[in-house]
């Protein structure tokens, strides 16, 4: 027995104390967001982070700021810790508040009463519901309940919160779409300025007429517009060309580089400029309305998508492309920027896999993120991604070397390098012999150190050197075939399970190999639908297995050979997961909106597991291998969640 004494509690196993830190942890996440620890739950866990879109501060107190993007956070203290208020809003790409609600643009505009805890659409804007996506929203500030709200197709106004939207494009070129980029009004007499596709256009505060005000402007259009509202008709305009300003009635002159937002806080004007081919950006500021700009002292060092600031400070929206990301604050009217996202748990997360057991590890991997935390999610490290880059991709799969942690295999897209392999924990990587397909799924070969299988699209294959060289292993004589899950029978490995479907005519396959992937048989007898998404087996039962199809979930009590429905879901299961060390719990993902169910007895009954979710969408699911009542989420928009009893 490999232990230690802690304090009088005698000797303890090591996994014991793993076990310890992950429930005390656990219990810090709960307290901390003031939940009652009786009912079992949904708690964020991280990584923090995640690609910021949309900034607004409330005009009434300063210490309330809203960041937007693929969701909604709030913070009540200026930025130091935010809590999660999207549910039920699909997105929020552009945010503002007037008149004491919030509002966010996304398929249409939806608000928000209660400061973001329960959202619903507004009226619906006067276009197609495909031609209603909005992307800028400005409120003006001598109304409240007047909004300006815009998008690919048109410019619409309200002036009674929402409830009813009229067209105001009256002046602007009629020919298609406009594509409008940016929408400022001066604060002082309302009036307008609009960038669209044909250029950028002034109008006084009703909108009714629009001129052209273009000139000067290298590009003809601008990606942000910004009003200074201590200088009588100053604007600044910024673009792939520069920062351009205009006063009266004159002509655009170029002030600065090319840059991807503007704003005004008081009188001090701020932009971020764009460099290395839009990985990071440079926040300028200046005290003289716009003529000259002076760097700030120490910068984000990433993207910088929206900016905004109160009395409370300066704050940047970024980009993550590295598990970063978030909202960047300065204290002190922009010298200096330091990272403000505590509780800001935004990240998209696809896998979630935990390490061996006696590393304690969870590793959380997206399209913008790779990400280990050794105590349960309560911190967490960025790892290097393996295709980093200006637009790093997705990762399909990671696998972690079985009594190895330091071992890791991560599959991207083939175009993007394929399988890659870490000896080092991700600190560093290096390609794995070139598989031509998309690989979905790793899984060790528990026969052999260093081995494992890759499967994917129309492709199987075998490395028994760590991904040296890979074997091509024959597929089902079938033409067609897409793989979604690969399974090693784990009470025998040479037993190999390929779910996926038949693309061409629409049909759910199962195959089953008994060598190795030397042949194969069909074992889908029963299963509807058009596609077998994941499999999983009964540890208690070796002959039972489970499968989620896009017709619902499935039982076979024969090793595969007949299938029946059950678990009452009739439409898309996504995931089937049975509890390793808990025979009878099943967890499931089902729906449009994949949510969590749970059969504790087998699958006679079931349960939803929605508590704390708050209309997150779930993507994978993973049991802690030390503490079965510990199960993790990789969730769309709120990184990695956990489920405690």
Not at 107 to 115: L, N, T
Not at 325 to 330: F, I, L, Q, T
Not at 415 to 427: I, K, L, N, P
Not at 497 to 518: F, K, M, N, T, V
């Amino acid at each position: 027995m490999v232990g230690f004494r802690l304090g009088g509690l005698g000797l303890i196993h090591k996994y014991e104390v793993i076990i310890l830190l992950r429930r005390l942890a656990t219990l810090a996440i709960l307290f901390a967001i003031a939940t009652p620890l009786a009912a079992a739950q949904w708690s964020p866990v991280g990584p923090e982070g995640g690609t910021i879109r949309a900034l607004v501060h409330d005009p009434q107190r300063p210490q309330v700021l809203y960041a937007g993007g693929s969701t909604v956070f709030r913070s009540g203290d200026g930025g130091t810790t935010w809590s999660y208020r999207g549910r039920g809003l699909p997105y929020a790409y552009a945010l503002a508040i007037s008149g004491g609600v919030l509002y966010a643009g996304a398929q249409g505009v939806w608000r928000s009463a209660d400061e973001g805890v329960t959202w619903q659409p507004a009226a619906p804007l006067p276009t197609p519901s495909w031609a209603a996506d909005v992307s800028v929203l400005v409120a003006d500030p001598r109304q409240p309940g007047r909004l300006w709200a815009a998008g690919t197709w048109s410019l619409w106004l309200t002036v009674d919160g929402g409830d009813h939207w009229t067209e105001r494009t009256r002046g602007i070129p009629p020919l298609g779409y406009l594509s409008v980029d940016a929408l400022a009004l001066d604060p002082t007499d309302g009036q307008l300025w609009v960038s669209t596709r044909f250029g950028v256009f002034t109008a006084m505060g009703d909108g009714k007429r629009w001129t052209s005000a273009s000139e000067g402007l290298k590009g003809g259009r601008a990606a942000v517009l910004a009003v200074d509202p201590t200088a009588a008709k100053v604007v600044l305009a910024a673009n792939l060309g520069g920062v351009f300003r205009r006063e009266g009635n004159g002509r655009w002159t170029r002030q600065l580089g090319p840059a991807v937002e503007l704003t005004f806080v008081g009188g001090r004007a701020f932009t971020a400029t764009t460099a290395d081919v839009g990985l990071t950006s440079r926040i300028f500021y200046s005290d003289d309305h716009g003529k000259t700009w002076v760097p700030a002292q120490q910068q984000p060092d990433r993207s910088v998508l929206a900016l905004t600031g109160s009395s409370a400070g300066v704050f940047a929206g970024t980009r993550t492309s590295d598990g970063r990301g978030g909202v960047y604050r300065s204290l002190d009217g922009g010298v200096t920027w330091t990272q403000a996202r505590a509780g800001l748990t935004n990240l998209g997360t696809d896998v979630v896999v935990a390490g061996p057991p006696s590393s304690g590890a969870l590793y959380a991997a997206g399209d913008t993120q790779l990400s280990r935390s050794l105590d349960g999610g309560a911190h967490w490290e960025p790892l290097v991604r393996p295709n980093a880059g200006p637009n790093p991709d997705l990762i399909l799969a990671l696998l972690v070397e079985p009594g190895d942690s330091d071992t890791l295999y991560v599959a991207t897209p083939f175009y993007t390098g394929g399988v890659f392999r870490s000896e080092d924990g991700g600190a560093s990587w290096v390609p794995t012999e070139t598989i031509r397909s998309h690989v979905i799924a790793l899984r060790a070969d528990p026969r052999h150190a260093r081995a494992l299988w890759a499967a994917g699209w129309e492709t199987l294959h075998h490395t028994s050197n760590g991904g040296v060289s890979w074997d091509a292993v024959a597929l089902p004589k079938e033409t067609y075939l897409n793989v979604y899950d690969f399974a090693v029978d784990p009470a025998s490995p040479a037993m190999l399970w390929l779910a996926g479907s038949e693309s061409r005519h629409g049909l759910p396959r199962l195959y089953r190999s008994a060598d190795g992937g030397q042949t194969w048989a069909r074992r889908d007898s029963g299963i509807g639908g058009t596609s077998v998404v994941s499999i999983d087996f009964d540890p208690a039962a070796p002959n039972t297995l489970y499968a989620a199809t896009d017709a619902g979930l499935y039982r076979s009590i024969d090793t595969g050979a007949t299938w029946t429905r059950f678990g009452g879901v009739i439409g898309p299961v996504h995931r089937v997961l049975a509890a390793p060390t808990v025979p009878t719990t099943i967890w499931t993902v089902v729906g449009l909106k994949r949510e969590v169910r749970r059969s504790r007895d087998a699958g006679a009954t079931w349960e939803w597991a929605r508590r704390g979710l708050d209309g997150a969408l779930v993507f994978t699911l993973e049991v802690d291998p030390l503490d079965p009542q510990l199960l993790y989420a990789g969730t769309g928009a709120r990184s990695v969640m956990v489920w405690s009893e």
